[in-house]
């Protein structure tokens, strides 16, 4: 029978579209050894389909125990970023201590919590209050994160160790990836609800950059999930890739890096110099893109469109930081 986790946590899961995907990820939920207190299904599609799942999803995992399953369809698609922000909100109001994160994309492995209830009881007297599981690629293979983030240029630092050392269990970092991060609820709490207006990409970037100013975030070396979705790709070396993505990412990348700055200067951390060379180095790295995939047209239209909107959000004198939750 299975055992609900002794640390309350609560899986924030955002889907879009993506039924057949968000199922798989639901069955691996019900075949967890150790069952979370609570599931939230953030669905920015608002589809019947979707419900239904969720639904059924709700009936199956409290077959033989009591898990809280939250269905919360959105009236319009917030991207990741607003589904996130949604999400956390509705587990950090619960009263839940671990709030767990992942896009519909990936499956957790059935020791997932059992490995984790360890690291979680450890977590607080150590102030690691958030915590990235290592995972898998969709063939198998360890998935490769750059969990170290270079602030002064605003880029993942690409040449950081892939591998652990010998006897190494984790790893510090000063970033995050909501696909399979753990946040306690003090750090919400401290810097309030993932930034919706990223849309996609960066949010957690910098959700994890704000974090580690306050505690230290490490990244573990047990692997307690994998994607379930293949990307194309072209292998960089025999661990790194660099994926193929869409002009309306591409758009986002260069954009959200203007909610990035307006952050580092709120920790002083924001030096022109250096960020504009990051952000030149940001798109290089998108040309080599969109040398090797094509639609070289659109995609330079949609990066230096994004260019133009980060600059505006740079220059906004109304713009503020999600605030801190007051209780």
């Known amino acids: ?27 691996s939920v019900c ?37 809280e399953v939250v269905y919360a369809p959105q009236s319009e698609n917030t991207g990741g970023s607003g589904g996130f922000s949604a999400g956390v909100e509705i587990a950090y109001k619960s009263g839940i201590d671990w709030i767990w994160t992942m896009d519909d994309d990936v499956a957790v492995m059935p ?9 979680l009881k450890c977590a607080l007297k150590n102030d690691h209050r958030v915590l990235q599981p290592s995972r898998q690629n969709f063939d198998g ?10 602030v002064n240029l605003g880029i993942p630092n690409p040449i950081a160790p892939s591998t652990f050392a010998e006897g190494e269990t984790y790893i510090q970092m000063n970033t995050a990836c909501f696909e399979g991060s753990f946040f306690h609820r003090s750090i919400v709490q401290e ?9 996609i990409y960066w949010d957690d970037t910098v959700y994890g950059y704000l974090a580690s100013k306050i505690t230290d975030p490490i990244l573990i070396n047990d692997i307690i999930m994998r994607r379930t979705r293949k990307i194309d790709n072209i292998r960089i070396g025999t661990t790194r890739k660099l994926n193929s993505t869409s002009d309306m990412v591409r758009f986002y990348i260069m ?5 990035m700055a307006n952050y ?8 022109f110099i250096s960020f504009t060379f990051g952000t030149f180095l940001t798109l290089a790295k998108e040309v080599i893109r969109l040398k090797l995939s094509g639609n070289f047209k659109s995609g330079i239209k949609a990066l230096f469109s994004g260019m133009k909107e980060a600059r505006r959000i ?3 004198k109304t713009w503020k930081p999600m605030p801190p939750i007051l209780e």
């Open 1 to 27: 029978m299975n055992t609900v986790s002794e640390q309350e946590v609560a899986i924030v899961i955002v889907t879009y579209k993506r039924q057949v995907l968000l199922r798989e990820l639901l069955e």
């Open 31 to 67: 075949a967890l050894n150790v069952r979370p207190q609570m599931v939230v299904v953030v669905d920015n599609e608002n589809s019947l389909e979707t419900k239904e799942i969720v639904q059924k999803f709700k009936v199956d995992v409290n077959a033989d125990t009591k898990t």
């Open 111 to 119: 020791n997932a919590l059992d490995v984790m209830q360890s690291r």
């Open 141 to 150: 293979t360890p998935f490769y994160w750059q969990y170290n983030f270079l």
């Open 191 to 199: 810097i309030g609800y993932p930034d919706p207006r990223f849309f």
């Open 255 to 259: 954009r959200n890096r203007g909610y």
């Open 264 to 271: 580092f200067k709120l920790q002083e951390d924001y030096h």
């Open 314 to 316: 740079r220059h906004d």
